[in-house]
């Protein structure tokens, strides 16, 4: 996964709280097991309704409870692959916030009053290493909102790095370990049953 410092650009508004994961990606899609092609299905039964425009944009700006429901990872794939980087919203669901870092789609919690004044201004920025997210308000003037992530979280997220990542990280010390583990297994002596 390509590693995040900072997200730039223009918000998408979804003004909607507790949007469950079978409303982003409903169950009829849920067939494949690779990770891209879910996009079109994004909000499937949602984009029938008229006057349905979700623009693609890098900021997703959405209600609270985001993602509850039940914890398919088909979600969190189809925000991504429809172009979304990050979402901001007041709260998330914890399985839903845990499978977004997993894959490098950055979910940030600010409050409720920030993220409408997000979207009201129409674009913003999402620093990761800052941890805060900035946008102009209605005079002009620079906001600079700071959120927590968890620092383990945060660095992986930096540096790029999903599960397949990490254990990566820990080759050399993999490899060592299993080398000290058969020179150990070779010089015991073998036991015979009884």
Known sequence: MDPIETISGKVSFLDRADVDTDQIMPKQFLKRVERTGFGEFLFYDWAKEPGWDLPVNPILVTGDNFGCGSSREHAPW???????QTIVAPSFADIFYSNCTKIGLLPIAIDEQHCRALAQAGEGQ??????????????????????EIDPE?????????????????HEDAIAAYEELRESSLASTPATTAL
């Not at 189809?78 to 979304?84: A, I, K, N, S, V």
Request: aromatic share 8%.
């Open 126 to 147: 999402v620093d990761l290493r800052a941890q805060e997210v900035r946008y102009r308000d209605t005079e002009g003037a620079l906001v600079r909102v700071p959120f």
């Open 153 to 169: 979280t945060r660095r992986r997220l930096l540096d790029g790095l999903d599960d397949i990542g990490v254990t990566l990280s």
């Open 78 to 84: 189809g925000l991504q692959d429809y172009g979304f």
